[in-house]
């Protein structure tokens, strides 16, 4: 699976690799050095994070769907339970 980013999103992290560098190693990185890294870190870890946040949305709905009976449940049979509540409490059973 490759990660492909627009083109403005990849240029915006290409700028903020440069700039990680600029600020926080003690050498510059240029352009096209920052373009690999960040190829070199969609297709190695990319997935990674990819795989991560598939499994965390999964966990999520799991949840979710497992509380669709709590939230969404309706007892069966009511008409002659409020048929009878009506009336006083009185059943023909």
Do not use: C
């Amino acid at each position: 699976m490759t990660i492909e980013l627009p083109r403005e999103v990849r240029q915006e992290a290409i700028v903020s690799i440069e700039r990680y560098f600029a600020e926080n190693m003690d050498e510059k990185i240029g352009n096209i050095a920052a373009g690999a890294l960040l190829g070199y870190f969609l297709e190695e870890l990319g997935p990674l994070v990819y795989n991560k946040a598939v499994a965390d949305v999964q966990e999520r709905l799991q949840v979710r769907i497992s509380e669709l009976d709590i939230d969404h449940h309706e007892d069966e049979f009511q008409y002659w339970r409020k048929f009878d509540k009506a009336r006083g409490g009185k059943s023909n059973k």
